[in-house]
């Protein structure tokens, strides 16, 4: 969402920021397949990729509706934007930084659209994978309000 709006409306944003998420299109497969044997399944898919949650969070994911979570990843996600965006006129002027952990598979794809215009930036975290990047806040939370305070907040009457 927020990549779309900063190509269609870029005037209502003074910057973004997007963490672990990149515009090319993406398989669903593996979450097809976790969803399919229950929420349980994929919890334990979940540790055992990236190791034990924290309490909090293992205590909320069983109360997520598995059903919604397997409508999300019925199809394959199509490219969002043209995967060289210098190559389009499709450059988006919102400052936006894109950040992802350093263990992230998704590295590679964050890390090669933050190059698609001079708006852009890519900062790795480190020792993070994809899930972490979100239950580390005390490791990210720096990072994007260091980028967020260098633009002005944007009002519209």
Known sequence: IGLSLADQAPTRLASLTVGGAHPSATNFSFYRTAFA???????????????PLPPAVRQHLPHNDSAA??????????ALWPTNLLA??????VPILFFAG??????????????????????AVE???????????????????????QYPIITHD
């Open 37 to 51: 044997q229950g929420i349980e399944a994929w919890i334990a898919s979940l540790e055992h990729h990236h190791g």
């Open 69 to 78: 979570l397997q409508a999300l990843v019925t199809q394959d996600r199509p």
């Open 88 to 93: 389009t006129n499709l450059t988006p002027t």
């Open 102 to 123: 350093t263990h992230d598979p998704l590295l590679p794809l964050v890390r090669r659209v933050a190059t698609g215009s001079a708006a852009f930036r890519f900062q």
């Open 127 to 149: 020792g993070l994978d994809h899930y972490a990047l979100y239950l580390r806040s005390e490791q990210v939370l720096p990072l994007l309000l260091a980028h967020t305070s």
